[in-house]
């Protein structure tokens, strides 16, 4: 029952992205009306049957159901396995994406009505809602690959939706160039487990510890794993690029930058725990990047004064402290507070640009009323201190000058190539302006 349940729940969306997919290829005109009305029933169908596989799941815990389907790619020893895992961390994680995305169709019907880019806008975050259900499950580091990549090409995507001003295409360019150098990550972890481990099953590698070979560089198989986690999260040193996603709409601001993608580095965090136990300095390296990076986002997010992007960095801080539970291994309790942050933020992203009636509406305005914190750190700090921090805090301690020196090397190449290419063509052009002379 749990895995016919299963399987439905992952077929579904696949069938949907694949029609939308044959729609926009054969140029079919869905009216409007149509396809928010078949969006509708649709996001209905997958919060029920998610629902159902989390209730089962809840009741089953901690027990686990493990899935193996047939091998997709076999080459010598290597062989791409396809398995899954259907437990209570993924069932929630499915739960919460199902949910949160029917929202986000709702919420779109009225905020893109009449957008020339509304197919495609509902194409991406199904497409999107696939991808989650794939990494939720996915029991390999080969196969949360998959997913893994499916939600970075559709993040990067909807930040671009405005493709025809060019701010919102730079920025999209930023997004992704921050994505694949973590997201090599996984490669990395994935290669060196299969040679030092013969796996990347999450339930088998903690028990293969003890017999693999290789020393130090099973250390390092959760390293990746660790940096892979630091793009999606906006976790230092990769936390510029978050609040510049902004460019994109606000309903798909709301899924990915508030509730869904950012929260994908702690839930594989959360998948491979029981890894990160056997090395007890990995644990340290989460906490302290977590912490770092949440008094990084409050110092520097106090200082913006637009909605979206102040709630932005207030994101990579609860992310942050986040981090900071998994290290403590209070995972459970992490996983509640993904759950309840993600649906916080989806909310507050949602009446972002409705923030300024929501500010006159509210009765402490125009009552002169002070309103004093009883306990800030700021008491702690001279005058002068403050001020310097506030500087270096307006300028985002200059993180964002540092990543747009290494996203520009990445430039540098195709710069070079237009170089050549302009140099050739002009060769070329004075040999010919000599052959016809010389005719």
């Known amino acids: 029952m749990i895995e016919n349940l299963f399987q439905l729940i992952l077929i ?92 986000i169709f709702r919420f779109s019907r009225n905020y893109l009505h009449k957008e020339d880019g509304y197919f495609r806008f509902i194409f991406l975050l199904s497409m999107l809602l696939f991808g989650l259900l794939i990494v939720s499950f996915a029991r390999s580091l080969d196969l949360i690959f998959v997913g893994w990549e499916l939600v970075g090409t559709t993040s990067v995507l909807l930040i671009s939706y405005f493709y025809f001003q060019p701010q919102p295409v730079r920025h999209a360019l930023k997004a992704i160039i921050s994505y694949r150098l973590c997201d090599m990550g996984i490669l990395a972890a994935a290669a060196w487990a299969h040679h030092y481990l013969h796996s990347t099953d999450y339930t088998l590698m903690p028990s293969l510890l003890g017999h693999g070979h290789g020393g130090n560089a099973l250390f390092f198989i959760g390293l990746f794993i660790i940096w892979a986690s ?64 949440a008094v990084y986002a409050t110092l520097v997010g106090r200082t913006r004064s637009d909605a979206k992007t102040m709630l932005a960095y207030a994101t990579i801080s609860q992310v942050g402290i986040i981090w900071i539970e998994i290290a403590l291994g209070f995972t459970n309790f992490a996983l509640f507070h993904m759950v309840a942050h993600a649906s916080l933020r989806t909310w507050q992203f949602l009446r972002s640009s409705s923030i300024i009636q929501d500010f006159f509406e509210n009765p402490m305005v125009h009552q002169n009323e002070e309103i004093k914190r009883s306990l800030s750190l700021e008491k702690l700090f001279s005058k002068n201190m403050k001020k310097a921090i506030f500087v270096h805090a307006l300028h985002g301690f200059h993180l964002d000058f540092i990543n747009q020196k290494i996203i520009n090397a990445f430039f540098y190449p195709a710069k070079f190539y237009i170089l050549l290419e302009k140099k050739w063509m002009n060769w070329n052009n004075e040999m010919l302006k000599k052959l016809i002379g010389k005719g």
């Open 12 to 103: 579904t969306p696949f069938v949907w992205v694949l029609i939308l997919a044959i729609i926009y290829f054969v140029n079919v005109k869905v009216p409007e009306y149509v396809l928010s009305e078949t969006v509708k029933f649709y996001s209905l169908l997958m919060a029920i049957m998610s629902f159902s596989l989390f209730v089962m799941c809840w009741s089953m815990s901690p027990t686990v159901v493990l899935l193996d389907y047939k091998n997709w790619i076999e080459v010598g020893d290597y062989e791409f396995k396809v398995r899954f895992i259907v437990d209570l961390l993924g069932s929630t994680y499915a739960l919460l994406s199902s949910v949160l995305i029917g929202i």
């Open 230 to 293: 630091l793009a999606k999260s906006g976790q230092l040193p990769m936390s510029s690029w978050l609040p510049t996603a902004m460019e994109g709409p606000t309903p798909s601001s709301a899924i990915f930058y508030g509730a869904l993608s950012v929260h994908l580095g702690p839930f594989l965090l959360l998948r491979m725990h029981d890894y990160f136990t056997h090395f007890p300095s990995l644990l340290w390296l989460i906490g302290i990047i977590g912490a770092v990076s």
